[in-house]
């Protein structure tokens, strides 16, 4: 069964700080993996990284796949108290049927002034 | 904003009735998803629709079922409610069927008594 695994769950930084987020993941028919920042209810894109090894950046967040170890980490560098969200990893895949699309639990990042 | 849009906001039913759910792509996308996330959960992949045909289906019983009309815009349609139904209900548009970068909305909160 596809699964995608994100750690840690929870953190608590202070602003300035750099945080790592983990994202591993077990699926048939891999497309592409796409992070996403969910404030309140709707989760708003962040990165869709389908090559091994290239970095994705966006200001202070970057993030890198590696498709042969099956994982990708999201950073964000002097963080400040608005990236306080949940943080959500996705795998997109295909089968004979169609799309599938498989999201982890999610990582709740709390930033403090 | 992404410009997708749903409604209800927010619903209360009780168990055993059915809920109809509807959704407004962004413009210029064909492709709708829908998503079951519950509380302190990642969202869950419902099904897809392309071009008014179902392509991709998670793992969700057949009392949901789904529609998506000629300009795109979709329901989501549930039978027999259970209160496990309880969840936040995504819905996410994309430019094509084969393009994993979704576009959600703001969700409705379906409660089940």
């Known amino acids: 069964e596809d699964k995608v695994v994100q750690s840690p769950l929870s953190l608590v930084v202070h602003e300035g700080d750099t945080v790592t987020l983990n994202c591993s993941y077990e699926?048939?028919?891999?497309?592409?993996l796409l992070w996403y920042k969910q404030e309140k209810k709707a989760p708003t894109f962040l990165f869709m990284l389908?090559?091994?090894?290239i970095e994705k950046k966006s200001g202070r967040l970057s993030s890198i796949l590696d498709k042969k170890e099956l994982f990708s980490i999201l950073n964000i560098t002097a963080t400040q108290t608005g990236d306080s969200a949940i943080y959500l990893c996705a795998v997109g895949s295909r089968d004979n049927y169609g799309q599938n699309f498989v999201f982890g639990p999610g990582t709740r990042l709390s930033v403090l002034p | 904003e992404t410009g997708v849009t749903q409604s209800p906001t927010h619903l209360i039913k009780t168990r055993g009735q059915q809920v109809t759910l509807r959704c407004s792509s962004q413009s210029g996308h064909n492709t709708v998803s829908w998503y079951q996330q519950a509380l302190g959960q990642g969202p869950q992949f419902i099904f897809q629709?392309?071009?008014?045909?179902?392509?991709g289906r998670g793992n969700f019983p057949p009392r949901f079922s789904g529609l998506q009309f000629p300009n795109y815009s979709s329901e989501l349609n549930v039978n027999a409610l259970e209160l496990d139904d309880s969840a936040l209900y995504l819905c996410?548009?994309?430019?094509?069927?084969?393009?994993?970068?979704?576009?959600f909305g703001s969700g409705t909160q379906l409660s089940v008594l």
């Open positions: 996410a548009s994309s430019l094509a069927q084969n393009n994993e970068k979704l576009f």
């Open positions: 629709y392309y071009r008014e045909e179902e392509n």
């Open positions: 389908t090559s091994s090894g």
């Open positions: 699926v048939t028919n891999f497309r592409s």
